[in-house]
């Protein structure tokens, strides 16, 4: 079992930064992918970013892909998504999620779901 507990979230202007963090339970978190998703009022929970348990491999969607980034600390049970050069239509709620055998953007496919943090970008 895998308890995730995201932070970071809050109000920022467009063209600001912001950095999430999820925190992990348990003593095996390298061994899992982790992702992060985004749910915007009125629409679908969608993919943002995922990395590989060892860190090395990454995707991204689309629509974010050259401004955020996504890491991960092994050594804290931690994974990040660092998020610059925002616009008003990336304000969602976001949430991280576990995956113990695939780095996938496949939402069905993560085992584990933290709460979620809220993000919310001004013009």
């Known amino acids: 079992q895998v308890q995730l507990v995201e932070s970071g979230g809050g109000l920022v202007q467009t063209g600001g930064s912001l950095r999430l963090s999820c925190a992990a339970s348990g003593r095996t978190f390298s061994s899992y992918a982790m992702g992060w998703f985004r749910q915007a009022p009125g629409k679908d929970r969608e993919f943002v970013a995922a990395?590989?348990?060892?860190?090395?491999?990454?995707y991204y969607a689309d629509s974010v892909k050259g401004r955020f980034t996504i890491s991960r600390l092994n050594a804290k049970n931690t994974v990040y998504l660092q998020m610059n050069i925002q616009k008003p239509e990336d304000t969602a709620v976001y949430y991280c999620?576990?995956?113990?055998?695939?780095?996938?953007?496949?939402?069905?496919?993560?085992?584990?779901w933290g709460q979620g943090t809220q993000v919310t970008v001004s013009s």
């Open positions: 999620a576990a995956d113990q055998r695939y780095t996938s953007q496949a939402l069905d496919d993560y085992d584990y």
């Open positions: 990395l590989s348990g060892s860190g090395i491999s990454t």
